[in-house]
Nanobody, 125 residues
Framework: QVQLVESGGGLVQAGGSLRLSCAAS????????MGWFRQAPGKDRVFVGV????????VYADSVKGRFTISRDDAKKTVYLQMNNLKPEDTAVYYC??????????????????WGQGTQVTVSS
């Protein structure tokens, strides 16, 4: 059974930084791309970025490109989301997710079968 646990959320002022972590268990972590999504109040959950398995190349949503960085530590079975130059519009619950199959390129919400519980990020102006 796949379990994903996020941590690191909190309250930060605009322009500040936070690093989210997502610890995984129950899957061959190194074989899975790992994604980050976010859901703002009253809005749908949206794609933030994904890091592929093996070489670990990344893809980001335009709204976070240049400010957010996803990395992974396969030995610790953990994926990270470093968020810099945060803006009030980044306020949301952030979720990490694993796709339905190892190695599966996934960008859409429906491609991911395992989700964490989410961690709240609030950016004040």
């Amino acid at each position: 059974q796949v379990q994903l646990v996020e941590s690191g959320g909190g309250l930060v002022q605009a322009g500040g930084s936070l690093r989210l972590s997502c610890a995984a268990s129950g899957l061959t972590f190194s074989s899975y791309p790992m994604g980050w999504f976010r859901q703002a109040p009253g809005k749908d959950r949206v794609f933030v970025g994904v890091i592929r398995a093996n070489a670990g190349s990344t893809v980001y949503a335009d709204s976070v490109k240049g400010r957010f960085t996803i990395s992974r530590d396969d030995a610790k079975k953990t994926v990270y989301l470093q968020m810099n130059n945060l803006k009030p519009e980044d306020t949301a619950v952030y979720y990490c997710a694993a796709p339905r199959a190892p190695g599966m390129l996934a960008y859409s919400d429906s491609d991911f079968g395992s989700w964490g519980q989410g961690t709240q990020v609030t950016v004040s102006s």
